[in-house]
């Protein structure tokens, strides 16, 4: 079974611009959580969607934005990029038929922002 | 304020010894925990999980450890191999009625594991 795939792998971008990421989770997985990795901050959690419906949110501002396809497939979108925003980001997929479970995560998109 | 903390940025094990790594957290309300291991340039990599009615989950060479009293976490790799060399992630989900994949991370701890 393959497993999360996350296109593009690495990106770069100016201040002021904005960018989508792809995830395409494992097949049948239906919860997509994304999350954003920089040093010394762990993974720092953005949100989830479930059934194309944002299901959790984490503390980040509205630049921020997410979306679930019918296909489980979902998109982070990042507006007006700002130099603090350079990180990876990466997306999980579960099941999510249980409380018990486990997230498989992709291999991430890294993002530089100049 | 970090909910899930690892105090340790990094450490160094000789090869076949064992390897412990910390995790404590504050927020009372985690009933789930998960360890995952990073390689660089991969996303991280489940290890093993324990729920907080259990005190202890073992899976051939790695076994976590969880005490509520003091909200410590603690994974064990016996014995440790240059392969587990990678950073280690310590990460918890609060209890709630929906079944909401929002889990809290550590900020990792780098394992060495010297030949």
């Known amino acids: 079974k393959a497993g999360v795939t996350q296109t593009p792998r690495y990106l770069i971008k100016t201040r002021g611009q904005q960018v989508t990421l792809s995830c395409s989770p494992i097949s049948g997985h239906r919860s997509v959580s994304w999350y954003q990795q920089t040093p010394g901050q762990g993974l720092q959690f953005l949100f989830e969607y479930f059934s194309e419906t944002q299901r959790n949110k984490g503390n980040f501002p509205g630049r921020f934005s997410g979306r679930q396809f019918s296909n489980s497939r979902s998109e982070m979108n990042v507006s007006t990029l700002e130099l603090g925003d350079s990180a990876l980001y990466l997306c999980?997929?579960?099941?999510?038929?249980?409380?018990?479970?486990?997230?498989?995560f992709g291999p991430g998109t890294r993002l530089l922002v100049l | 304020d970090q909910q899930v903390k690892q105090n340790s940025p990094s450490l160094s094990v000789q090869e076949g010894r064992i390897s412990i790594l910390n995790c404590d957290y504050t927020?009372?309300?985690?009933?789930?925990f998960l360890w995952y291991k990073k390689y660089p340039a991969e996303g991280p990599t489940f290890l093993i999980s324990i729920s907080s009615i259990k005190d202890k989950n073992e899976d051939g060479r790695f076994t976590v450890f969880l005490n509520k009293s003091a909200k410590h976490l603690s994974l064990h790799i016996v014995p440790s191999q240059p392969g587990d060399s990678a950073v280690y992630f310590c990460a918890a989900r609060e209890a709630s009625d929906n079944y909401g994949q929002n889990f809290v991370f550590g900020p990792g701890t780098r394992l060495s594991v010297l030949p």
């Open positions: 999980a997929s579960s099941l999510s038929r249980g409380r018990r479970e486990t997230q498989y």
């Open positions: 927020n009372s309300m985690f009933d789930y």
